[in-house]
């Protein structure tokens, strides 16, 4: 059995332990909330960790003695206001910048950002792929996974020009990369999930973590097939958030806490509802297409059903429909290849 196989296998085991009512509560989470300019709001999550939401993405901040670290940076046009909220958390120069994926509404922002920040403080955060690529920049260290770097710089390899001064000056190829600002920061690469180049991360202090895009209570995930997106790779991540860094303090409530890419803050429980939710839908599609059921066959048997009040959508951007197709095509790549 591969190691993909075995941790839906785990995924799907674990379903048979949830209980229904739990998908229907959300977790009771305590911490401070303010406005913050250009009605942004600030939540005080623990330790050193904030979010800002209503920049596009959720923006992590952690605050350092010395420097700040930020997780993602919302759109464009959002990022004056977002370092305006930074600035009233904190004066220091931002050191590090994290992109989890290379959606534009959470790296949107990372030229204003990186403009405040000063580079000394990061010091060696990973390869200095600016230098390689001639780019003398000045300002915070933009950490990512180098597949990032690849789309953003491939002419026509990506959907959205994005410019020099956004790209990652610091990039990891590995498993895992770690950086320090006052507590361990812990960045997490996510294989073929979101997309090929998702990270997730973990202050090990402050007991946060920062999903991105792998994790939105709100909808069924977005599989980005143009950039390697896969519906197994969403849940392998989030089994490893599972059952590497979360903990909970009492009856799954609690402890670690989850900044999503977008939406409410979170804990344990509800990544665990969400993965154990797409490890149904998983399983009942491919039992569909295991019986050679076509597209149209598997959306008219609805596998989704019981989980679209929650997570559907018919209208917007992603829709329950398009998730579905997704999936359907995951999981019958191999069988009918382009």
């Not at 007991?207 to 980005?224: A, H, K, M």
Request: net charge negative; proline share 4%.
């Amino acid at each position: 059995m591969t190691e993909k196989s075995s941790a839906v296998s785990r995924a799907m085991r674990s379903v048979f332990f949830l209980p229904v009512v739990a998908l229907l509560l959300a977790s009771s989470v305590r911490a401070q909330e303010k406005k913050s300019p250009g009605d942004l709001h600030i939540q005080h999550v623990q330790g050193r960790v904030y979010m800002i939401s209503g920049a596009g993405g959720n923006v992590t901040v952690q605050v350092g003695d010395n420097a700040v670290t930020v997780v993602d940076t919302g759109t464009p046009e959002m990022a004056e206001k977002v370092l305006a909220a930074i600035r009233t958390l904190s004066s220091n120069p931002v050191a590090f910048i994290i992109d989890t994926s290379i959606d534009q509404d959470h790296l949107g922002g990372n030229s204003v950002l990186a403009k405040a920040g000063n580079k000394e403080l990061a010091g060696a955060a990973g390869d200095r792929t600016g230098d390689i690529l001639g780019q003398t920049r000045e300002g915070a260290s933009i950490v990512a996974y180098i597949a990032v770097l690849n789309h953003m710089t491939q002419a026509g390899g990506s959907r959205i020009k994005f410019p020099e001064s956004s790209w990652p000056t610091d990039t990891y190829d590995t498993g895992n990369w770690k950086i320090f600002n006052d507590e361990p920061i812990v960045i997490y690469h996510a294989p073929a999930a979101h997309t090929d180049g998702d990270s997730f991360v973990f202050f090990r202090r402050s007991d946060v973590v920062s999903t991105g895009e792998l994790f939105v209570p709100s909808r069924y995930p977005v599989i980005d097939e143009q950039q390697g997106g896969t519906i197994d790779g969403i849940i392998d991540a989030l089994s490893t958030m599972i059952d590497d860094v979360l903990v909970p303090r009492e009856n799954e409530e609690g402890g670690t806490y989850v900044i999503p890419g977008q939406g409410r803050l979170c804990d344990r429980t509800d990544v665990s509802n969400y993965r154990d939710m797409l490890a149904i839908v998983r399983g009942r599609v491919a039992s569909l297409v295991g019986k050679g059921k076509t597209l149209d066959e598997v959306k008219a048997a609805e596998p989704t059903f019981g989980f679209d009040g929650l997570y559907g959508a018919q209208t917007g951007p992603w829709t329950t429909d398009q998730f579905i197709e997704a999936v359907y095509r995951n999981l019958t790549r191999d069988k009918h290849p382009k």
